[in-house]
């Protein structure tokens, strides 16, 4: 079975700056997917960015980047230039073959950005 | 092109009561999905479905039922709801399996059980 631990439930950060959101997972399939979704105030679940098992380079859209350590199996979220709009609640999540190539989210992540 | 949609968006039911949310995408995606939200929980698959006609059990899915009668439509179904089945419920949906299948989500449905 697959598992994603998010260990931060609550992470504050000032504007402009940057915050590593943490996530480590847990799977015996050599191939997978990581995922990070976005849920602010609103509820939507918004996608953010994807990395693949095999995939050398760390995944980055945007202000997002996904810093990618298979050794330590850790996914962290980082999150550059943090603005308001980016307080939200943060899921990582893990998609593998073994699963049904259904998704297994954590607990998530409060992000609080303060002016 | 609308991505996912639920309706209802907000419901509240006795317990006991029967409901239907109904999930639509136009996105010609073949995988859907029911997910379940509750406080500290993160999201909980229910049930998923791979193709129109097909339907199988997720983590989470006593108390529910599902149906994919058409590609673009996926159901879920409470026969007699419990308070304990006061949640978000999510859909989402993806074009395939494997690979960077990215699932797209809806905007869910809060049900309140009284």
């Known amino acids: 079975a697959q598992k994603i631990t998010q260990t931060q439930p609550g992470m504050f950060v000032q504007e402009k700056e940057a915050v590593t959101l943490d996530c480590t997972y847990d799977?015996?399939?050599?191939?997978?997917?990581l995922f990070w979704y976005k849920q602010p105030s609103s509820g939507e679940m918004i996608f953010l960015i994807y990395?693949?098992?095999?995939?050398?380079q760390n995944a980055t859209e945007g202000r997002y980047s996904l810093n990618f350590q298979k050794a330590r199996k850790s996914a962290n979220l980082v999150i550059s230039a943090s603005q308001l709009g980016d307080s939200a609640m943060y899921f990582c999540?893990?998609?593998?073959?073994?699963?049904?190539?259904?998704?297994?989210f954590g607990k998530g992540t409060m992000l609080l950005v303060s002016p | 092109n609308a991505g996912v949609t639920q309706t209802p968006k907000f419901r509240v039911l006795k317990t006991g009561q029967s409901m239907t949310l109904l999930c639509a995408q136009d996105m010609n995606h073949e995988y859907m999905y029911w997910y379940r939200q509750d406080p500290g929980m993160g999201l909980r698959l229910i049930h998923y479905?791979?193709?129109?006609?097909?339907?199988a059990k997720g983590e989470v899915p006593d108390g529910y039922n599902v149906s994919r009668l058409k590609k673009q439509n996926f159901l879920l179904g409470l026969e007699s709801a419990a308070p304990s089945q006061t949640s978000v419920y999510f859909c989402?949906?993806?074009?395939?399996?494997?690979?960077?299948?990215?699932?797209?989500f809806g905007p869910g449905t809060r049900l309140t059980v009284l």
């Open positions: 999540a893990i998609l593998t073959p073994s699963g049904y190539s259904t998704l297994t």
């Open positions: 989402a949906s993806s074009y395939r399996r494997g690979g960077p299948d990215t699932q797209y």
């Open positions: 799977t015996s399939d050599p191939s997978y997917g």
């Open positions: 479905s791979v193709g129109e006609g097909t339907t």
């Open positions: 990395q693949g098992s095999y995939d050398q």
